[in-house]
C-alpha cells in the first residue's frame, strides 16, 4: 500500500553546487605537530576535499547504494502528523526467519546497517536467519524529519514499531547502538513483551555495584575505564553543542562540506577501532548526510530533544524501569564506553553477553559485521538464550 | 623602530571571495515556534546574510575604523614562541600624566570593543583622571599574528600585554578587562603586579560560593536571579566552550569556509549576552567581518580555550583560579546580564577588591553596551577621591598645574 520504492537520486543541481563550494573552500592553518590533539589534522582534510573535488564519482556510489533494496513508507506520530521514513528491507528466503529492526545512532546513518543485512538473511544450516530492516532515523538519511519541537526518544520509537507493524512483523527483535540504543531500549519498554520480543546492543553502559571494591580490577579494565575517562573528556564537545544549541551549530554544517566533512570524519576515526577508513567510504558516508533530505540539522535535533545537556546514557538507565524482555549485549573494545562486564547487567535482563571481542569499536555492524551477526545468531539460534522469542519464526 | 602604524585593508581578492560564498550560501531549515531555544533564529541568520551579501558596505566601516583608532602593529617575542607581530590601538590623552590602562578584550570580542570607551577614558577634565590607552589584538585575533605552535597558554597573552606596555614606555600600568581580558589581566597581575601592573579593574566577576558557615547565609532575590541566568548559560549555553576547549580544529574548519556558519556562531552570543543591546545589523557584521578577515582566520581564535581549559588541564586552571589572588588593587564593576554573574558574596577571594559597583543593567560586552558606566566606574577608582588613586607613580591621571602638556 503505503510502501514506494526509492532509490537515491541526488538531483544534479545541489552536485553542482557542492563542487561550486568545494572549489571555493578556505581551510584554516594548523599548529605545528598538533596531530589529532586539537581536532580533524589538516592534512587528512585536505586530502579528503581534494579528493571530493576529484576522483571521487557520487554517481557511482549512489548507484552502488541503490543496489540496497530502499523503500520509503508514510508513517503517523502522534501529535507530529505523517512522516515519510525511509528504509532498508530485505526478506531472508528462509520464512520463518526472525524479524530484526536495526536502529542506528549519530553520525551513523542506514550505510551503518547494511553489511550485516546479507548476512543475517542468509540461509545457514547451522545458524537463524532474520528478516532485516534498516530505519533511517527521522531527520537522518532520505527520512523526513520532525517539524516541531517535542520529537524524542518515544517518537522515535514509535516510528520503529509501527514500521515494523506495517510491514506485517507484528512481532520482532531489535538491535541498537549509540541513539539506537537509547531508542529499541524506549521500543522495548513501549512495546516490549506485546511487538518487541528482544533486544540486542552493542553499546554497553555500567556503573560500579554498591559493594564495588577497585583493586578487583584487572589492568586491562583499568585501561579501559581510563581510555573511557579520556574519551569523555575530550570528545563530548559535539554532543553539548547539538543538545543545546543545534541550530547555530546547523548554519555552518549545512552551508560548508568542509565544515561537515570535519565534524563527522573526527567521529569516524575516534570512535572506530583500527578501521582502515578509505577516503572513498569517508565521502560516501559524508556524502549521505551532505545530501540528507533534512540536511545535517536534521539528524542534530534528537540530542536537543533527548538530552538537554544531561549525560544520556545513565539518565536513560536510572529513569523508568529497565524493560523486562530479554537483552543481549555485545562487548566490543574500542567503544566510547567500556566497562567490566558485571557493571552492565543493570541495562537489564541480560540473557546474553557477549566475550569482548578481539576488535570493533563504536560502529560494529559496519567495523565487523561478521562479529555482531555471529553475536546475533548465537543469541537467538537454536540453544541460545533468546532461541524462539518470536513465535513461529525461529529463524530456520 | 619596531612600532609601524597600521590601517586596516583588506585586498580586494578577499572582499570579492566573500561575496562569492555568500552568494553560494546554504541554509538549514528550523523547526516551527523554534524561537531562540535551538539556537540563533533562522529569520534573523537570513536578514543577516541578505544585508552581508547586499547593502553592508565593508570599506566604510574599515575607514570608520581607521579612522577612530589609531592602530599600529610591533613586534613582540614571547618566550618559546618566536616573535609574534602584535596589533593594537594606542591612543593618548593630551593629558601628559595621563594612567597609562591596557584594555584586554575576550571571544568573541576584539579591538573593536573599546572603541566607545577609548575617546571617553582619554578626555581631559578637571573633574576626573585621564587615561592613556592601549588595547590589544590577541594573537590569533584581529589583526595580530597567532601562535604557530601548541601552548601558547594565559601565561603567554599575559606577556605579550605586559611587553607592549613596557614597549610603549609604560613601565607601570593598570589593566581592565572581562571574558579572556578577565583571566589575562589576572595572570598579569599575578605575574606582573606590583612591579609593573598596579591595579586590576574587572567587568566580569568571578567567585566560588562560600565554604562552612558563610555557606548557611539564605540567598536574596537578586541573587537568586544571578544565580538563574547562570544557570541558564552554564545548562544551555556552553556548547561553544565544550567544542573549542577540545577540539577547536574540527570546528575550525566550519567557521573558516562558511561566513554564515561564523555568523551565526558569534551572532547569538553577541544577543544572548547582552542585555537587551539593540545590535543594528551593520554592527554584527563588521563585528563578524574582524573574525572573518582576521589575520589569522576564525579557526585560531578558539584555540586559546583548548589552551586555557582543554582536557590536560587541571579544574583550578579550568576555572581560572590557579595560583594565589593577586595582591595589587582590585575593581568590580557588576553588570546584571553578566552570564557568569554570581552572588556578590562569592567574589570576596578574588583579589584585593578596593573599588566595587552595581549597575541597573549591561551584560557581558560592558566597554560596549555600557561604556559610560565602566568608564564612570574606572574613573572613580582611580580618580582624586578613589581607592586607587595614584597608583602609577607620578601618573595620576590630572593635569599638574601651573605645567603645560608635553
Do not use: C
Not at chain 2, 187 to 193: E, F
Not at chain 2, 258 to 274: D, F, H, M, Q, R
Amino acid at each position: 500500500m503505503a510502501e514506494t520504492p526509492f532509490k537515491i537520486s541526488i538531483p544534479q543541481a545541489l552536485l553542482d553546487r557542492l563542487q561550486q563550494k568545494l572549489a571555493l573552500t578556505t581551510l584554516p592553518n594548523e599548529l605545528d605537530g598538533s596531530g589529532w590533539d586539537y581536532g580533524a589534522p589538516l592534512a587528512d582534510v585536505k586530502r579528503l576535499v581534494a579528493r571530493w573535488m576529484d576522483g571521487y564519482d557520487w554517481r557511482h556510489h549512489e548507484a552502488q547504494l541503490n543496489q540496497l533494496p530502499q523503500f520509503t513508507r508514510p508513517i503517523s506520530v502522534d501529535g507530529h502528523g505523517t512522516l515519510d521514513i525511509h528504509y532498508i528491507h530485505r526478506k531472508s528466503e528462509v520464512e520463518g526467519a526472525i524479524p530484526l529492526l536495526f536502529v542506528h545512532g549519530w553520525p551513523g546513518i542506514f550505510l551503518e546497517g547494511s553489511r550485516i543485512v546479507p548476512l543475517l538473511t542468509a540461509k545457514l544450516d547451522d545458524h537463524p536467519s532474520f528478516h532485516v530492516v534498516v530505519l533511517s532515523l527521522p531527520g537522518f538519511g532520505f527520512s523526513e524529519g520532525a517539524k516541531k519541537p517535542g520529537f524524542n526518544i518515544a517518537q522515535y520509537a514509535e516510528i520503529g514499531n509501527k514500521l515494523m507493524l506495517a510491514l506485517g512483523y507484528n512481532e520482532y527483535v531489535t538491535q541498537g547502538g549509540d541513539w539506537g540504543l537509547a531508542v529499541t531500549r524506549r521500543i522495548a519498554q513501549l512495546y516490549g513483551g506485546k511487538h518487541s520480543k528482544a533486544w540486542h546492543t552493542n553499546m554497553v553502559f555500567g556503573e560500579p555495584p554498591a559493594d564495588f571494591d577497585p583493586t578487583t580490577l584487572t589492568p586491562e579494565q583499568q585501561a579501559a575505564l581510563a581510555r573511557t575517562e579520556g574519551l569523555m573528556k575530550k570528545g563530548m564537545g559535539y554532543r553539548h553543542q547539538q543538545s543545546t544549541k543545534p541550530q547555530t551549530l546547523a548554519y555552518a554544517m549545512t552551508d560548508s562540506p568542509v565544515g561537515l566533512l570535519a565534524w563527522i570524519y573526527e567521529k569516524l576515526v575516534a570512535w572506530t577501532d583500527r578501521y582502515n577508513w578509505t577516503d572513498i567510504e569517508v565521502l560516501t558516508w559524508i556524502s549521505i548526510f551532505y545530501f540528507s533530505r533534512e540536511g545535517p540539522v536534521g539528524s542534530f535535533r534528537i540530542y536537543y530533544e533527548a538530552m538537554g545537556n544531561e549525560t544520556m546514557a545513565m539518565q536513560a538507565f536510572r529513569e523508568a524501569p529497565a524493560p523486562e524482555i530479554p537483552l543481549g549485549l555485545s562487548h566490543f573494545p574500542g567503544d566510547l564506553v567500556v566497562v567490566p562486564k558485571s557493571w552492565s547487567r543493570m541495562m537489564g535482563n541480560v540473557v546474553f553477553d557477549s566475550e569482548v571481542h578481539d576488535a570493533g569499536g563504536h560502529f560494529p555492524a559496519y567495523e565487523q559485521p561478521e562479529a555482531l551477526a555471529g553475536d546475533l545468531r548465537q543469541m537467538f539460534g537454536k540453544g541460545g538464550p533468546a532461541y524462539g522469542v518470536v513465535p513461529g519464526k525461529s529463524g530456520y | 623602530m619596531s612600532e609601524t602604524p597600521f590601517k586596516i585593508s583588506i585586498p580586494d581578492a578577499a572582499l570579492q571571495r566573500l561575496q562569492t560564498k555568500l552568494e553560494l550560501t546554504t541554509l538549514p531549515d528550523e523547526l516551527d515556534g523554534a524561537g531562540w531555544d535551538y539556537g540563533a533564529p533562522l529569520a534573523d541568520v537570513k536578514r543577516l546574510v541578505s544585508r552581508w551579501t547586499n547593502g553592508y558596505d565593508w570599506r566604510h566601516h574599515e575607514a570608520q575604523l581607521n579612522a577612530s583608532l589609531q592602530q599600529f602593529t610591533r613586534p613582540i617575542a614571547v618566550d618559546g614562541h618566536g616573535t609574534l607581530n602584535i596589533h593594537y590601538v594606542h591612543q593618548r590623552s593630551e593629558v601628559t600624566n595621563a594612567i597609562p590602562l591596557l584594555f584586554v578584550h575576550g571571544w568573541p570580542g576584539s579591538f573593536i570593543e573599546a572603541r566607545k570607551i577609548l575617546p571617553l577614558l582619554t578626555t581631559n577634565s578637571a573633574n576626573h583622571p585621564s587615561f592613556h590607552v592601549v588595547t590589544f589584538s590577541l594573537p590569533g585575533y584581529g589583526f595580530s599574528e597567532a601562535a604557530s605552535k601548541p601552548g601558547f597558554g594565559i601565561k603567554q597573552y599575559a606577556e605579550v600585554g605586559h611587553k607592549l606596555m613596557l614597549a610603549l614606555g609604560y613601565n607601570e600600568y593598570v589593566t581592565q578587562g572581562g571574558d579572556w581580558g578577565h583571566v589575562i589581566t589576572r595572570k598579569i597581575a599575578q605575574v606582573y603586579g606590583g612591579k609593573y601592573s598596579k591595579a586590576w579593574h574587572t567587568n566580569m566577576v568571578m567567585g566560588q560560593p562560600p565554604q562552612g558557615d558563610d555557606a548557611q547565609t539564605e540567598l536574596s532575590d537578586e541573587d537568586k536571579q544571578l544565580l538563574a541566568r547562570r544557570e541558564w548559560h552554564r545548562k544551555k549555553g556552553m556548547g561553544y566552550m565544550a567544542e573549542q576547549s577540545t577540539q577547536p580544529q574540527t570546528l575550525g574548519y566550519a567557521l573558516t569556509d562558511s561566513p554564515v556558519g561564523l555568523l551565526a556562531w558569534i551572532y547569538e552570543k553577541l544577543v544572548n549576552w547582552t542585555d537587551n543591546y539593540p545590535w543594528e545589523d551593520d554592527e554584527i557584521l563588521t563585528w563578524i567581518s574582524i573574525y572573518y578577515f582576521s589575520r589569522a582566520g576564525p579557526a585560531a581564535s578558539l584555540r586559546i580555550y583548548y589552551e586555557a581549559m582543554g582536557p590536560h588541564k587541571t579544574d583550578a586552571e579550568r576555572g581560572f583560579a590557579d595560583g594565589a589572588a593577586p595582591e595589587i588593587p582590585l575593581g568590580l564593576s557588576h553588570f546584571p546580564q553578566e552570564i557568569v554573574a554570581l552572588p556578590r558574596s562569592w567574589s570576596r577571594n578574588l583579589g584585593n577588591i578596593v573599588f566595587e559597583a552595581e549597575h541597573d543593567g549591561g551584560g557581558h560586552f560592558a566597554a560596549y553596551e555600557k561604556p559610560n558606566e565602566l568608564v564612570d566606574d574606572v574613573r572613580k577608582m582611580f580618580g582624586q577621591n578613589g581607592p586607587a588613586f595614584g597608583v602609577v607613580a607620578g601618573k595620576s591621571g590630572y593635569s599638574t598645574e601651573g605645567k603645560s602638556g608635553l
